[in-house]
């Protein structure tokens, strides 16, 4: 395990995938999360780039630094504003080193959230995928699943109820199909 995944908690190859999913590998990466500024804030501002945060860190630097995802593994900069004293500290240091800031950034996230970390673990993509990037994570799976193939860590119990489904469902089905032959 390299240092980083020790710091974090999970495997390298999953801080390799999510880093590829989220910023194909580009620490400077920003992306302007255009609806959390509006919760945390009631204004609107158009776009995703770093254009969009300048504007918003204009009206709100908090509420921006927070609604933007910030480089190689995309962490929202809630997470930064914990490890510095205050947004414009967390922005010249992501300017000065996004190498290092997304390290420290992707570190804190998975030391915070267990069940993401746990997940990571285990091999539970799903529940990595909706810890790790929201609700709408359907296309995040998918090519998070690409990248390291398919789930591993699901328990036999899991299976056991899976196939059990299909065993009532066939059965079911067999008693439906009986019963219309007569």
Known sequence: MSALATRAG????????????ESGGNPRAVRFETRLFRERTSRTITGT???AFQQAYAINPVAAVQSTSWGAYQVL???GLRLYSSPEAFVAAFDANPSGVSE???VEYFRRVDEA???ANRGDWHTLARRYNGKSNGSWYRRFVEIVGEPSGVSLGTKLVRVAGILVIGWVGWQFWKGRKR
Do not use: E, N
């Open 10 to 21: 999970v495997p390298d190859y999953v801080l390799d995938a999510i880093k590829q999913v």
């Open 49 to 51: 780039s770093r254009a």
């Open 77 to 79: 900069g809630s997470t």
């Open 104 to 106: 420290a950034l992707v």
């Open 117 to 119: 970390r746990d997940a």
